[in-house]
């Protein structure tokens, strides 16, 4: 399995921090500035702005009624919350008390979104859905990321990364790089990999893509391309369910992982270069 090409030390964190037992479904994060980061979690709809000094919670901020929450992301000073449903909130800056700016639907054919990302270089908020478009073989093995422009008056999705699941394994495979693997009833050893994206961001300097898959409890990278950089299993004992990603603007990366039986926790890799 990939260990991060040399970026990143992924069997030794630089630094991790037991998150309230409150954020026990912490579910995306956000970078905010070079001492804070901000989360949702699955149950309410509301921002937490956490210190990189400790990780304590700073200050939180309720945007709206309970509700499935699972993505977020910074766009200057305002941000992006998104409903599993595919409902995104448009939320004004700290200063607003993050007050709601406007609501609107994704019109994507999927039905189980969870993640937000910005795409500081293009200006694009990405989209990752969790699932895939029932229906054809090939819906089964395509893998998607989409994008809309935030400053667009009709936030119209489109394709900016598609992948194939089956491929990617391929690519693994070339390079050395194991893949989740299961047994067939007759025996055979085949790829488990299912690349369920919970959640997106773009590495500040290398530029490429970053997905979480929690069904894996693996970090992929990819190219502009979408050829494959990277396919790191994440440590089951530290990340038992990894959902946010975010990196600072030096490098660093952050994972946050749900509690799932356990304190959640929130995990420093710092950027070797």
Avoid at 89 to 107: E, I
Avoid at 215 to 231: E, F, K, P
Wanted: overall charge negative; hydrophobic content about 40%.
């Amino acid at each position: 399995m990939g260990r991060g090409q040399g970026k990143y030390n992924m069997l030794r964190p630089s630094q991790v921090f037991e998150l309230p037992v409150f954020l026990t479904e912490v579910s995306a994060l956000t970078d905010v500035d070079e001492n804070t980061i901000a989360c949702v979690h699955d149950e309410a709809a509301s921002v937490y702005f956490v210190s990189l000094r400790d990780g304590s919670v700073l200050d939180s901020m309720t945007f709206s009624g309970p509700a499935d929450m699972e993505g977020l992301t910074r766009v200057g000073n305002e941000f992006f919350a998104l409903r599993s449903d595919g409902l995104v909130f448009h939320l004004g800056g700290r200063a607003s008390r993050l007050s709601v700016r406007d609501t609107f639907w994704l019109d994507v054919p999927n039905k189980n979104i969870e993640g937000l990302g910005y795409d500081e270089r293009k200006g694009l908020v990405l989209i990752s859905p969790k699932d895939f478009v029932k229906g054809a073989k090939e819906g089964k093995d395509e893998r998607v990321i989409y994008a809309i422009d935030p400053n667009a008056k009709e936030h119209v999705p489109s394709v900016v990364l598609r992948l194939s699941l089956e491929g990617l394994v391929e690519q693994a495979e070339r390079k050395g790089i194991a893949t989740p693997r299961r047994r067939k009833d007759d025996g055979q050893e085949v790829s488990s990999l299912k690349l369920r994206y919970s959640s997106v961001a773009v590495h500040p300097i290398t530029d490429h893509y970053y997905l979480l898959s929690a069904a894996d409890r693996t970090l992929l990278v990819v190219d502009r391309s979408g050829t494959l950089i990277d396919l790191v299993m994440l440590d089951e004992e530290l990340l038992p369910k990894p959902e946010g990603i975010t990196f600072m603007p030096n490098g660093d990366m952050w994972i946050s992982s749900e509690g799932k039986g356990r304190t959640p926790v929130l995990a420093r890799y710092a950027f070797q270069k």
